[in-house]
């Protein structure tokens, strides 16, 4: 069984930064990519929601909105996916899910429980 633990949300002002992280604990596979999802209240999460992901040859995307803002990281040692938020904008206010996918693309086997962030002043 495999667990996807996220923490690092919360409030930060526009303009602001904050680091996500996802550590993941159980049995691994060696090829899957790992990916970073937000939702939005009163909204259905969709492969669309995609923030940020990073292959298993460590090549990454990022959705439009967030390219030169966002990095996303991962850890293979420690099993920790890292999500850096810089020049946060109230539109990224959203809850924050990790995801691994199952060996093929944009399909996912676990998800995080998820974490808030909310950008406001």
């Known amino acids: 069984q495999v667990q996807l633990v996220e923490s690092g949300g919360g409030l930060v002002q526009p303009g602001g930064s904050l680091n996500l992280s996802c550590t993941i604990s159980?049995?691994?596979?060696?090829?899957?990519?790992l990916s970073w999802y937000r939702q939005t209240p009163g909204e259905q999460r969709e492969l669309s929601d995609m923030?940020?992901?990073?292959?298993?040859?460590?090549?990454?995307n990022y959705r439009d909105s967030v390219g030169g803002r966002f990095t996303i990281a991962r850890d293979n040692v420690k099993n920790i996916l890292h999500l850096h938020m810089n020049n946060l904008k109230p539109e990224d206010s959203a809850v924050y899910y990790c995801?691994?996918?199952?060996?093929?693309?944009?399909?996912?086997?676990?998800w995080g429980q998820g974490t808030q962030v909310t950008v406001s002043s």
């Open positions: 923030v940020a992901v990073i292959w298993n040859a460590g090549r990454t």
């Open positions: 995801a691994k996918s199952n060996g093929i693309p944009w399909e996912y086997d676990y």
């Open positions: 159980g049995t691994l596979h060696s090829m899957y990519s």
